[in-house]
């Protein structure tokens, strides 16, 4: 009641000099459910201080008890699972269910980053001198990798746990010092997180969490002189980051528009359960959610009354009662995924079900016959909504996936396997899944992004090397 959730630095809970605070909107009820410190640019710097002081001694830290520390925290969050849950069923609406295992996977996250580090940076190289022409063996290049100092990470509302940790964890094991910058909607749970981390007992000013108005500390954090490197996951912002950001290594996971094409001889039953389940799963909330399915004609109305079946059987309503479609984020979610529709409708797309909407719940909805010219084809509704376009040739699917913006991840169903590698050749994505919805996880697998997707490859291995760089020493032998 009226209590402002601290923020993390110098290895303390802290409460803002600013005497501000920032509202999480509970999606559902649509009203206050917590508040949390609107942090002033000092603070920022001070936190930028204590992290790069900080950072020096835990890169001298052992690998292995870098290692342990992070094992400590994954156990500790893995206990925690339950409370942090129910903030993600406050903050962000998400089903109680999957809020569970949102943190359940972060812990595993967290415990398989630990494992791969110790393997990946206990390794180096040693380079001589005589393969190049012209030398002698008298040079020899020790290589190995070095942590970059202090990393930021701004992880989005969708997964304010799991895509923090998947940058939190490789940044720490690197030997890098770490500032969270979590969503507002999902801060909650985000510092109920660090709260892991701080029980875990890692040493002061490494880990700090900053929260607070975009606007205030925003371009603050992103340009800030301390910073190293940034990772981000994200929309547009990440785009206005990365013209902004110095010249530091950049992680950026921005949008998609993750097409599923559907050839003539796929198994149509899988097909509808993919649709369903990537189109839908957290309400279309996801990155990876499958946002437009392109299918040939003549198996067209077999997978749309297919994918129509599945979705009257979908659960809607509160986060709590663990319904499949519950209400999105925001209320500025709601409105624009409605204008969506609207365009759509006005343009004369074919409606599978009545649209009904109350407060920010969007029933979930198929539009069949969609064309080109009509928004929803190409944007990005990050809501229960799916448009169908019929293609008359797996070149034209293609051609589609291909003329979008984005180029996260997409997905083919067919059982000729010849097909399916030359589609995946020719999709301009990051990943091509062959015959199931995308998805980033398992969280070790590379996940990335071409065009307005992002920059950078993610993934366990990826993100531990990215946030480190070579360095090499050189012995000269007489
Ligand atoms: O929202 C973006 C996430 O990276 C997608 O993750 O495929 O596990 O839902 P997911």
Redesign the pocket.
Known sequence: DGEVYKYYADGEWKKSASGKSVSIINPTTRTPQYKVQACTQEEVNKVMDAAKAAQKLWARTPLWKRAEFLHKAAAILKEHKNPIAECLVKEIAKPAKDAVTEVV?SGDLVSYTAEDGVRILGEGKLLVSDSFPGNERSKYCLSSKVPLGVVLAIP?F??PV??AV?KIAPALIAGNALVLKPPTQGAVAALHMIHCFHLAGFPKGLISCVTGKGSEIGDFLTMHPGVNCISF?GGDTGIAISKKAGMIPLQM?LG?KDACIVLEDADLDLVAANIVKGGY??SG?????VKVVLIMESVADAVVEKVKAKMAKLSIGPPEENCDITPVVSESSANFIEGLVMDAKQKGATFCQEYRREGNLIWPLLLDHVRPDMRIAWEEPFGPVLPVIRIGSVEEGVHHCNASNFGL?GCVFTRDINKAMMISDAMETGTVQINSA????P?HFP?QGLKDSGIGS?GITNSINMMTKIKSTVINLP
Request: with cysteine; glycine share 8%.
């Open positions: 996977r989005p969708n997964y799991n895509l998947s996951t996971e998609g799963s957290y909330q996801r990155c990876t959610a991840q995308p998805a980033r996880g969280d996940f993610q």
